[in-house]
């Protein structure tokens, strides 16, 4: 492990703060949520990879079990209570990840998806020139010098309810008459949540063949529908000579709202909204889907108990949602922030995050709860509040 890390390992004095939100409402981290032992937390995992490193205790499955169960949802960097480690945390245990993998212990799960990715370029095994299909009847043309290049990424592509968002937005963009295009066909997975996984050849390898189809295209400015995308492609890309304006679909959104060029309905329900962390807590973007929420006729926002930088995350990030280390019961973070959401009052649960809809969506159906509350993707809402969907 790098010796900036090693470092700071010895600096974590476990008062454990890091998984609670900073407004001490209820844990806050989903590793520690599901297993209730201090070794799934910020923590814990810290003084086990000091003892790793130290040659004290020498991996076994459940080390690795714990190392790959970290969501990377960065509460703790928002929590923890050390100022000379908080902004390194996550990044310890994707260092730690990485050694795992260097060393070739990897859980099976986390194994499948590294194999599914180097094999296909994507998580769903599905060839590259079907990443275009989720868009195959909307008329939209190939990025020719378009204002943007729209990037809608794995989960987008192959999963339904990504999908679904990914068409929704699209078909607004159409509508405010955005210049865009797609790839059709030539995108391969961003790389962000393998990058987390420890997996950073394969993340790089990806990532560099974005960058040369982006520049090959002459592509300048990005809207990712993944808030995944949108972090990677901000932090990671530069440094492998890919620099782009890079947008969330949701800051375009409020561009469009704010300019007149998309002009929100009324909606009718009370709705709540979930900050996914990698445009919240990692990127600090938290007003631009609340922006346009905030044009719906005849709805308010009712805010979540943990809200913006205290979200409790869907528990899709880091992998997990590829790999599902996390596995299954009532304490997943999905599940209680589906228990949040219901306790709002609203009917509908917003979300901006394709991993987040279908963690969500899954969550409600887990907690019986479909005639009570309704997962939609924010474009979806402005589309219905238009009378199209
Ligand atoms: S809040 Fe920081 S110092 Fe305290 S246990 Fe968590 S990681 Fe360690
Ligand atoms: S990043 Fe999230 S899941 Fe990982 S240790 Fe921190 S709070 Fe827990």
Known sequence: MDSEYRDILHRCFRCGWCKLPTNYADFNCPAYLKHRFESFASGGRMWLIRAWTEGEITPSERFNQILFSCVTCGNCVEACAMDKIRDKLVDVFVAARRDLVEEGRIPPGVRDYFKAVSVSGNPYKRPAEETGLWAADLDIEEYNGHEYLLYAGSVASFDDPGMRMARSAAKLFKQAGLSFGTLKGEEVDDGNDLRASGEQALADFLASRNIETFNRKGVGKIITISPHSFHTMR?????????????????????????????????????????????????????????????LKGTSVREMDRSMQNALCCGGGGGNFFTDILGTGRDLSSRARVREALDTGAGTLVVSCPQCYRMLDDAVKAEGAQDRLRVRDLAEVVSASAGDA
């Open 235 to 295: 932090k990671d890309y530069p440094a492998l000579g890919g620099t782009f304006e890079v947008y969330h679909y949701s800051q375009v959104l409020a561009l469009l709202v704010m300019q007149g060029a998309l002009v929100p309905g009324g909606f009718g329900a009370e709705v709540t909204y979930h900050d996914p962390c990698y445009l919240g807590r990692w990127n600090k973007e938290y007003f631009s889907s609340r922006r346009v929420l905030g044009e």
